[in-house]
C-alpha cells in the first residue's frame, strides 16, 4: 500500500516499498524509501538469496552514475536507477544498493481528475499574511456553543483556467517549522496542495461528465511546472516530491487512486532559502493564476533555458554572500533578460536588427553611431552594456513619461559590477554599493513579474521607503500573445 500524502507532511522519510520485485531477470527483495530530510533522496536496496543464475548488475566503478535496469515490483517501478554499492561477492547473498531519481505505482498513462502533492520547505507561505486561514473550533457537547478556536493554519484556493484550481494548505506545526527563529534547517514536507476541478460534486453523479481528464503524466508534468514557478516566489527551489493522481468514478467507490509518483527535484535547504520579492502584503493568489502564462513561456526553448539561468543565478545573489557576487550575478541575469526579451521576443524584424546590433560582438562601432552612444554633444553618455539594459527598462515602462528615473542610475550600478570582476576597484562606498545592487535586483524582479503579468505589490528593495510597493512596470506593454 502506497503512503498518502498527508502522511509525508514533517516527516523525515517514508517506505514505500517492500515486497518481491526483479531486476533484468532476477527475482528478490526490494526495499524503496523517500528520504525527505536532510536532503531529498529515493534509496532502494535488493537482495536476492539463493545461486540462481541470473543477469544480475554489477556496479560501474568507471561510471558510478549508470543506469542500470528499471526495477520492477507489484504495480511499482523504480525509474532510472543507479547503484552506489555491490555485495554481489559475499557469498550465497547477491545484493545492491542505491538511488533512483523515480519512482511509480500504477500507469502514469492513466487517466485522472484531481491530483494531490506535497511541497517541501515553502517559506513562501511564512512570509505572506494574504492567505485565507484554517481554524480549528471546540463546541460544547449538548448545546453545540463554540467555547473554544484556535488558527489551524492558512491555504490559497484559486482558479487558474475554465477547468482546474489549485489549492496550497499549511498547517501551524509547518508554519513553526518554517519560522526563522526556530533556526531549523534541511528539508521537510511543509505544504499539501491539489490540482483539482470544483465542477464535480460527489452528491449530483452527472457533473462527473463535465470534467477534463487529463494522463497522470500530464498532470506531473503541469505540477513539475507550478514548482519552477513557486521556486522563483520562495526564494529558493521547491518541487512536488510526492504526488498522487485520483478519478472520479461515480459508483460507490466515489474516487480511486490511478497513479503516484515519488521524484526526485532540485530543493533548496531551509538555512539557504534567501529573500525574494515576496512581501508579507503580495498577492499570493494573483500569482500563482500566472501559471498558465508560464506554462506558454515554458514552451519555447529560449525561456526554459532563459528562466534555469535566472533561478541559478537569482538565487545566489539574494543570498548576500558579499557584494561582489551579488552585483556579478544580477548583472548576468540583467543582460541574459535583456536578450530575451529585446531581441529573441522581438517580432519587428528592422528594430530586433538594430537592438541586435548592441550585443554582437565586432559590432561596436555600428552599434554607438546608430545608437548615438558617446561623450559628444547630441550623444546619449551610455556604454552598449548601459543600453541594453535602459532599453530594457523601458520596454517595462520605466520611463520618464511615467515619472520614473532608472536610467539615470544605470552606469553607477555598472561600474559597480565592473569593480566586483577586476582587481582594481573604484572608490565608491560600500553602503552605495549595496543600494545599486539591490535597485538591480529589483530591476530583475520588476522584469520577470511583469513578463509573468503579476498585478499585484511585491517586496521594495530601496532602503528607508516602504516595504511594498505596487507594480511601477506597465503590464500594457506586454504582447497580447503571452
Known sequence: MFPR????????????????????????????????????????EFEMLGEVQCNFPAINFNNISEYTAEIQGYMFILEQPYQTGDFSGLGPLRAA???????????????????????????FQYRNNRQSRLFKTVNEQRTRREVQRAEEGRFVDLRIDDAWNI??????????????????????????GELYQPAYNATQPETLAHLQSITFAEGLKRLNELGRLLSYLNGGFTAPLYVEGQQYTGGETVVQTVSVAAQIRQTTSLDRLGQS?????????????????FERMM???????????????????????????????????????????????????????????????GKQSDAKKYWKLGNNSGQENLTLTGKRLALLLERIGLTRQRGYSDVD?????????????????????????????????????EVMLWRLGYPGRYLNRSPHLQLSISPRYDLSNRSPNW
Open 5 to 44: 500524502p498527508q502522511d509525508l507532511l514533517l516527516v523525515e522519510r517514508v517506505k514505500l516499498y517492500d515486497n518481491v520485485a526483479q531486476i533484468n531477470d532476477c527475482q528478490g527483495r526490494l526495499l524503496a524509501e523517500l528520504q525527505i530530510y536532510p536532503s531529498p533522496r529515493l534509496n532502494w
Open 97 to 123: 544498493r542505491g538511488i533512483a531519481n523515480r519512482a511509480v505505482y500504477g500507469n502514469i498513462n492513466s487517466s485522472a481528475h484531481k491530483f494531490t502533492f506535497c511541497l517541501p520547505n515553502a517559506r
Open 167 to 192: 489549492r496550497l494548505e499549511i498547517k501551524q506545526n509547518a508554519l513553526s517549522w518554517l519560522d526563522l527563529g526556530s533556526q531549523n534547517i534541511g528539508t521537510l514536507i511543509t505544504t499539501l
Open 277 to 293: 520579492w515576496n512581501a508579507h502584503d503580495s498577492d499570493l493568489e494573483a500569482y500563482v493564476s500566472c501559471l498558465p502564462a
Open 299 to 361: 514552451q519555447n526553448q529560449v525561456w526554459q533555458d532563459a528562466f534555469d539561468f535566472f533561478l541559478i543565478k537569482y538565487f545566489q545573489v539574494i543570498q548576500n554572500f558579499s557584494w561582489q557576487i551579488a552585483a556579478s550575478e544580477i548583472g548576468s541575469v540583467l543582460e541574459r533578460l535583456s536578450y530575451t526579451i529585446l531581441v529573441e521576443e522581438e517580432f519587428d524584424a528592422t528594430r530586433r536588427a538594430n537592438i541586435e546590433l548592441l550585443f554582437r560582438v
Open 409 to 445: 542610475d544605470v552606469q553607477l550600478f555598472l561600474d559597480v559590477r565592473n569593480d566586483s570582476v577586476h582587481p582594481r576597484v573604484s572608490s565608491i562606498a560600500l553602503e552605495d554599493r549595496w543600494t545599486s545592487i539591490n535597485k538591480a535586483i529589483q530591476w530583475a524582479d
